[in-house]
């Protein structure tokens, strides 16, 4: 079983979730309650259904993105397993941050103990997050340029006499997400970017005593670029699949924002003065309220959002519905269908699976696990190797030119490994270019 420090940690952030869940649904409830129960338990059962197939083909899609990239290494990996695993992800995400990665490190470490190498598993990691990025930001960018009305008709939140406009800083989230893709597609290119950025990012931080060790934040960074990078190449050398699963994170995507749609359809909420019309015009404009509320309660460095994301969604679509109520009544119907009825099934199936990577030793679900389980994407004899030549330079951490890691063409793993041979690897050391960020 896990540590008792690590159970007291899932426990403790479980406690955080019902704590500002409740505080956050009572302060929004508690003078509409009945109105609120009467409009749900009137709701119309044909959308309720429509509701219901968004969610299943939500999950299906999500499956079908795993299990086809993991077949892409193993033929015979089944569509139950890419269930399972995602249900996996869903739980660790709901109990951490979102941009912590705990979702992303529980499924690769449950590919693992499937018979997935974990390389693999790292690699699904990395090209799944820089995918759903690329898509979410194509989705802002087209808001951006062409609904702007549905931003500038975000709600805020009053503060006494004072009312704190929420626009600003969904816009700002936007930018912010928006920029750290561009700059890591930048440094993907340029290896001179990249330590340029790494070595602003952890001045910065040092200097006002945000992190205690920076030359650990530049190894983990690097460490990161480099899984980036290889990523990169082979998106690019099977642009075919990575196509594939572009489009399939799209529709997933579409599938799961479009749910305030689904519910104001089914609560009745709309009529054409509202930006969630009955019209495919109000599908669409769901969808591109719905993914600038994750871009923005993304960052929040909450447990599930716990509190902030029903609070962000009732400013967010306070023009969507009718009336208040109804926001409030879609609200609660949404939270509970995209997080509390998730966070029990997939808790149930965290707790169950076999092959549940819950009681494995020594895995911690926070940021270092995600560098080490990127770190994975190169070959072991290739991580000894690098280790040796860093040790030799204690006092300058260098980064590689990781080409010839990757995986050639119709070579399998034992002959990937020769090429790592030490006795014929001081002249190819030699060659390699060199990324001083010290």
Not at 342 to 358: A, D, E, N, R
Request: hydrophobic content about 50%; glycine content about 4%.
């Amino acid at each position: 079983m896990k540590k008792l420090g690590e159970i007291k940690k899932y426990i403790f952030s479980i406690l955080i979730i019902i704590f500002l869940t409740l505080i956050s649904n009572i302060i929004s409830l508690y003078k509409d309650f009945d109105s609120i129960l009467l409009y749900i338990k009137n709701c119309n059962v044909f959308w309720l259904i429509l509701l219901l197939a968004s969610i299943l083909i939500s999950l299906t899609i999500d499956a079908l993105i795993v299990k086809m990239f993991v077949n892409s290494y193993l033929k015979n990996y089944s569509f139950f397993s890419a269930l399972v695993t995602n249900f996996i992800g869903t739980f660790f995400n709901s109990i951490a941050p979102s941009f912590s990665g705990s979702g992303q490190i529980a499924k690769a470490y449950t590919l693992s103990k499937q018979g997935v190498p974990l390389r693999c598993g790292a690699s699904l990691m990395v090209i799944s997050i820089i995918l759903t990025e690329i898509v979410m930001l194509a989705l802002g960018i087209f808001t951006l340029f062409f609904r702007t009305d549905l931003l500038t008709n975000i709600g805020g939140i009053s503060l006494g006499r004072f009312k704190l406009s929420l626009y600003p800083y969904s816009i700002t989230a936007f930018f912010f997400n928006l920029i750290i893709i561009v700059l890591i597609g930048f440094m993907c290119f340029s290896y001179i970017a990249q330590n340029f950025f790494i070595n602003l990012l952890a001045s910065v931080l040092k200097y006002f005593n945000l992190i205690n060790n920076a030359d650990q934040l530049k190894e983990n960074l690097s460490i990161r670029m480099e899984s980036f990078r290889i990523e990169l190449k082979r998106s690019i050398k099977n642009f075919g699949l990575t196509l594939t699963l572009a489009i399939l994170i799209f529709f997933k995507l579409v599938s799961r924002f479009s749910m305030p749609w689904f519910i104001g359809m089914m609560l009745n909420g709309f009529n054409q003065n509202t930006f969630g019309n009955v019209s495919f015009s109000g599908f669409i404009n769901a969808c591109l309220m719905s993914n600038y509320h994750y871009l923005s309660v993304n960052l929040i460095p909450i447990p599930g959002t716990a509190g902030v994301s029903e609070l962000f969604f009732v400013k967010l679509f306070e023009k969507f519905y009718i009336n208040k109520k109804i926001v409030k009544a879609s609200q609660l119907i949404w939270r509970f269908f995209t997080y509390y009825f998730m966070f029990l099934i997939s808790f149930l199936v965290t707790i169950f699976y076999k092959f549940s990577p819950i009681d494995t030793e020594n895995i911690n679900y926070d940021y270092k696990t995600f560098v080490t389980v990127q770190f994975e994407l190169l070959d072991d004899k290739s991580k000894s190797f690098l280790k040796k030549m860093i040790n030799k330079n204690n006092n300058v951490q260098k980064i590689y030119d990781l080409d010839s890691f990757i995986e050639p063409d119709n070579e399998d793993d034992s002959n990937f490994s020769e090429m790592f041979d030490e006795k014929n690897n001081k002249k190819r050391f030699n060659k390699w270019r060199v990324l001083d960020i010290n």
